[in-house]
């Protein structure tokens, strides 16, 4: 909680008193008025000091929330208005902080909502404990072994349609750090009877009505039951469903949970075959069958029941059968076997029907503790919650009443001796005077019943026990002999005369005078029970069963462990145990929860002040409140004292500083409030009477008014001087922003007008200096320039002599080399290109240097041609000599030469080798052909031209047939002297041959040929080469011819021959031949 938080009371908004313990004045009208007022406020719960009073609501109320849970959390006990939460917290704050082991001990009456706290308890632990996956499990597994054991072991009753038939215990396990680790829960003496037999209006356990409403079909079929109530014996209809609970529904809930808690599948089906078989034993019936010897026997009526009931748990039918036909009883290693009438084979159906659930139920809460035991070994922190049958009185009390009673004496006990022994301890803890308080002490009652020697439970057994023959009766007439003095006891028979004449207690009956009144006990069957026989026919049968379950829940059975003794009767194991649970609840810290039951009627806003009355007088209430009073009534430790108070003195307001309490002292002792009312303690203020308490809390009322009113007053100033503040502090906000904005307004405008005049000035300044600059610029170059003329005066005046001398020639020189240089440049862009024909040269700049350029333009010529000739290869000169030698041979003497330039020579025209037409002159000319034309060979006798082949090889020339190939004429090159041919554009030419030689006897040889100037030529190139000596070449247009002895001339005449171009020959005479030449 933090500091600022307002700290509340228990005081604070009480409807009555919140603690009894303040009530004023204590009695028992105003108990109850005070109850009863709260109660009509739904204020359910009251404290007596650290006492919770819880009343049955009968409905539910809005104050078990997770909000509620938070508001309780971590707060003190008397902080907040009384609350089962508050208890709990306590509870388990003094558990994890102060580690004392805790229990909480519920009691009340049947109705009166003990298990619901129970479970509420539970609840609020598990909420504020810790958390996370395991731990979670753990508090899932804890509250959910609630249903289970609620099914099996609740049913409806008059009084409560949820009642508990069975005490239980329940050690939940915390770890150091307060988180759950398990639990533990201890059963005691479920009330077996009510699955044979239930009183008018009440119900068998619930589990019974669940699983004939909620069980599926299948699974009902598999069980082998109807879903009609009405069907089983051992159900009571005329209260067979109960308002507001849905019985399928809570049958899911069931399941759920005990798979939840950790039953396996298969286990929770055998269970509920054992339930189904309980339930089907009911309906064996039985009908008597007389012997022979006069003994009667009883056989069962239909055994298809039984037949069922055998499949079920896995019994042989007959060995069932037998064992609710005979009794076999053992003595001195003698068996003897007795047949069962009727009503003793009815007594042990109903028998094995009670042992068979109640063995079931046990075997269920041990297998719940299984699965919640705690895993860890270390030391636990425990918190015990126990949840016991209420005291009960009926109409008709018995065995099971009389033990119910017991337990809640025990338990009356233990809270007198703690509460008295805790109050005792607090006095002496806080230092302060003891005084005896008077309050009546049960165990007087307690030792009626369980004295080991005269207590009614020994004697009871000492009767079961004794041989001979035992009733009901003689237990009584023993009781009547024993406890007949006993101031709590009372029975028409006792020798004591008090109640002879007591009408109202019959004769078959004892009273008890209880701590919380008295019960009138019919002692029938209380022999019977307490014995709680089965036989061992019927046990042994069980053992024999194949369904491992009901196996296990009768070890009695197996005959190798035939035990011959008794087995402990109820009633000694029921001692025994409560003895247990009283030396474990002593070693705890109790916290108490008194449950009480507004009405009869289950109903909501009814009060029924004798039935509270009745409550409060046997739970010791009021005797509680006394206790708790006796000296002082209210205490409470010094901090939150003073801290509640402190405004009611002016030194401890508002702040006290010192111990709390010296703060306390001071105040008291301010506020004068009388000595003997209040004492102090080492850590707690004790006061004696509420009233001073109540006077405390006037004044404390009162003066919170004034401080409220005080607050109320400055919180108002406060505020308006906070809203003038904050009006001021805006305005001046405002104001300064303003101010803030016009200056810098100002400051700008004058910022502008300053730069401008700023400007200004500085513009006339640097012009000013511009001015200055640029004249003394002017200035200085003025200088230069009278110096630089000056100085050009005065060198040349010193100079001029030596410059007129020289001058003229290096000027020349220079303007020469100049001219050079640029004729050469400009030469250099201008060149020709490199082809030798081209005629270009550039024009001559200057006169004078014709020479040089005529000269150059020879170089450049040479220098070209020599270039171009480089490029050639041998061939090709080869082919250009000869063109030379034809050049030289006829260039301006011949008119045919300018068309034979362009013409290359090829020499073999004819192709004589290739060509297979010449084939046979080939053969017969060895040698290399160096030419080969047709060529005319002119007629001497009429001029006409006749083609011959021309051949000329490296010796001879030849000439041939131009058809057949035969060589006409050999002529070898030594015997030829000259070529002879006009100077026109015609082919004709005359080959001489010498004379003397044989073929000088043919005569000359007159040719004609267009390629004349190429065959005339190679014949030149060709006799000077093999011959070495020249043959002569006449250019003339007249020569003379010697065909054999005949001289002809030749002449070439200008004209235009007939036939058009060619020139043409013409006989004119013996001695003249006249070749017509066409004139260009
Ligand atoms: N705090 C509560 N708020 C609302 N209803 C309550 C409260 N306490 C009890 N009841 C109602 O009272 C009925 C009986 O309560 P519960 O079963 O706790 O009684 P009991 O004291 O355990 O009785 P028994 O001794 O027969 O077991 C509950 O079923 C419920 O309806
Ligand atoms: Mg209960």
């Known amino acids: 909680m933090s500091k600022m938080e307002v700290k509340t009371s228990l005081l604070d908004n009480m409807i009555g008193v919140g603690d009894m313990v303040l009530l004023e004045p204590l009695a028992e009208e105003s108990f109850l008025e005070n109850l009863k007022k709260r109660f009509d406020h739904n204020e359910i719960y009251t404290y007596i000091g650290s006492v919770v009073i819880s009343m049955n609501p009968y409905r539910s109320l809005p104050i078990y929330s997770p909000e509620k849970v938070e508001e309780y959390r971590n707060r003190n006990f008397y902080e907040l208005s009384p609350h089962i939460f508050a208890l709990a917290d306590e509870a388990y704050r003094s558990l994890r902080d102060q580690d004392k082991d805790q229990c909480i001990l519920i009691t009340g009456e049947s109705g009166a909502g003990k298990t619901e706290a129970s479970k509420l308890v539970m609840s609020y632990v598990a909420a504020v ?15 959910q072994s609630n249903p289970v054991l609620e099914a099996f072991g609740n049913a409806k009753t008059m009084r409560n349609d949820n009642s508990s038939r069975f005490g239980k215990y329940m050690d939940i396990e915390f770890d150091f750090k307060g988180d759950p680790l398990g639990g533990v829960i201890s059963n005691y003496l479920l009330e077996k009877s009510r699955v044979v037999k239930q009183p008018r209006g009440e119900r068998n356990f619930h589990i019974f009505y669940q699983l004939l409403s909620g069980a599926p079909d299948d699974m009902l079929k598999k069980l082998n039951l109807e879903r009609d109530f009405s069907k089983y014996n051992y159900l009571s209809l005329d209260s067979a469903t109960v308002n507001g609970v849905d019985d399928a529904a809570n049958f899911r809930t069931v399941r759920n949970a005990m798979q939840i808690v950790g039953f396996m599948d298969d286990e929770t089906q055998s269970v509920l075959e054992v339930v189904s078989a309980v339930l089907k034993l009911g309906n064996i019936e039985f009908k008597p069958e007389s012997r022979v010897n006069g003994l009667d026997e009883s056989r069962v009526k239909d055994k298809n029941e039984l037949k069922e009931i055998c499949e079920l748990i896995g019994i042989e039918q007959a060995v069932l059968e037998r064992a609710f036909s005979f009794r076999t009883v053992e003595a001195k290693q003698e068996k003897v076997s007795t047949t069962l009438n009727v009503a003793q084979a009815y ?12 063995r079931l139920f046990s075997w269920l809460v041990n297998r719940i503790n299984e699965s919640i035991k705690a895993q860890t070994k270390t030391r636990k922190k425990v918190m015990g919650v126990l949840d016991i049958y209420g005291f009960e009185i009926f109409e008709d009390n018995s065995f099971e009443q009389f033990i119910i009673n017991y337990c809640n004496e025990k338990l009356q006990q233990i809270f007198i001796e703690l509460t008295l022994r805790e109050e005792q301890e607090e006095y002496i803890r806080e230092g302060i005077e003891w005084t ?3 309050y009546f002490n049960n165990a007087i009652i307690c030792d009626l019943i369980e004295n080991n020697t005269n207590g009614i439970l020994a004697m009871l057994d000492e009767e079961c026990l004794r041989p001979g023959t035992v009733s009901d009766e003689t237990f009584l007439e023993k009781l009547n002999q024993i406890c007949a003095g006993h101031e709590h006891f ?36 209380f022999v019977d029970k307490n014995n709680d026989l089965l036989y061992r026919d019927l046990s042994q049968a069980m053992w024999k069963a194949s369904h491992s379950l009901v196996k296990s829940l009768f070890p009695d059975g197996n005959p190798t462990k035939i035990n011959l003794k008794r087995p402990p009767t109820a009633g000694f194991q029921f001692k025994a145990s409560v003895a247990t649970l009283m030396k474990n609840l002593l070693t705890k810290n109790p916290n108490y929860i008194r449950c009480i039951k507004p009405n009869d009627k289950k109903a909501t806003h009814i009060f029924t002040d004798s039935l509270v009355c009745h409550q409060v007088r046997y739970l010791g209430l009021m005797e509680n409140v006394r206790v708790r009073r006796a000296g002082y009534a209210f205490r409470q430790t010094y901090e939150p004292c003073l801290e509640r108070y402190k405004m009611l003195c002016k030194q401890t307001w508002p702040h006290w500083r010192g111990p709390a309490r010296e703060g306390v002292e001071v105040l008291l002792k301010d506020l004068q409030i009388p000595r003997e009312e209040y004492s102090y303690g080492r850590s707690k203020i004790f006061i004696r009477n509420p009233r001073t308490l109540f006077h405390l809390e006037d004044q404390r009322k009162q003066r919170l008014q004034d401080l409220a009113t005080l607050i109320q007053k400055i919180y108002r100033g406060w505020k308006c001087r906070t809203r003038f503040l904050l009006m001021k502090r805006s305005q001046v906000t405002v104001a300064a922003w303003y101010r803030r904005y016009a200056q810098q307004k100002k400051y700008q405008r004058i910022k502008s007008s300053a730069i401008v005049v700023q400007s200004y000035i500085r513009g006339w300044k640097s012009r000013k200096i511009l001015r200055e600059l640029k004249y003394q610029k002017r200035c200085t170059e003025a200088v230069t320039t009278i110096a630089a003329y000056w100085h050009g005066t005065q060198v040349r005046r010193d100079y001029r002599k030596f410059f007129r001398a020289n ?17 050469f440049l400009e030469l250099k862009n201008k060149m020709p290109s490199m082809s030798p024909i081209d005629k270009t040269w550039p024009a001559r700049p200057y006169l004078f240097l014709e020479a040089t350029h005529t000269e150059l333009r020879r170089i450049f010529h040479l220098w070209r041609c020599k270039k171009y000739r480089d490029q050639f290869t041998e061939q090709k000169k080869a082919i250009y000599d000869e063109k030379l030698e034809a050049s030289e041979m006829f260039k301006d003497k011949k008119a045919l030469y300018p068309s034979s330039v362009g013409q290359p020579f090829q020499g073999d025209y004819l192709e004589i080798s290739k060509n297979p037409k010449y084939q046979k002159l080939s053969t017969l000319v060895e040698e290399k052909i160096i030419l080969a034309d047709i060529v005319n060979k002119i007629n001497r006798a009429n001029g006409k031209g006749a083609p011959r082949i021309f051949l000329l090889t490296k010796n001879s020339f030849l000439l041939a047939d131009q058809k ?14 000259s070529a002879s041919m006009s100077a026109q554009t015609d082919g004709f030419f005359a080959v001489r041959v010498k004379e003397g030689t044989p073929a000088a006897a043919k005569g000359d040889f007159l040719l004609s040929s267009d390629r004349l100037i190429e065959i005339v030529t190679k014949l030149y190139r060709t006799c000077l080469s093999s011959t070495k000596e020249k043959i002569n070449i006449e250019i003339s247009d007249e020569f003379l011819v010697q065909f054999k002895q005949d001289k002809v001339c030749v002449k070439f005449v200008q004209g235009s021959p007939k036939n058009g171009s060619v020139a043409a020959c013409k006989r004119k005479n013996n001695r003249l031949l006249e070749v017509a030449v066409p004139s260009p």
Do not use: W
């Not at 404990?129 to 509250?143: D, F, S, W």
């Not at 007594?347 to 109640?358: E, F, H, T």
């Not at 000027?811 to 004729?823: N, S």
């Open 129 to 143: 404990c810790g958390k996370g996956a395991e731990v979670n499990q753990v508090k899932e597994q804890l509250l």
């Open 347 to 358: 007594y042990a159906r109903d028998a094995l029907a009670k042992n068979l659930y109640s």
């Open 436 to 438: 005896h308080i008077d």
């Open 490 to 525: 009372e029975s028409r028979m006792s020798k004591n005369s008090k109640f002879l004449n007591d009408h109202t207690l019959p004769h078959n009956c004892f009273r008890i005078q209880h701590y919380a009144g008295k019960v009138l006990y019919r002692v029938e069957g």
């Open 807 to 823: 001058a003229g020639k290096k000027i020349y020189e220079f303007t020469i080399q100049r001219i050079m240089q640029k004729y």
């Open 964 to 977: 057949s190939g035969q060589i006409k004429s050999s002529v070898p090159l030594s015997d030829l002297t």
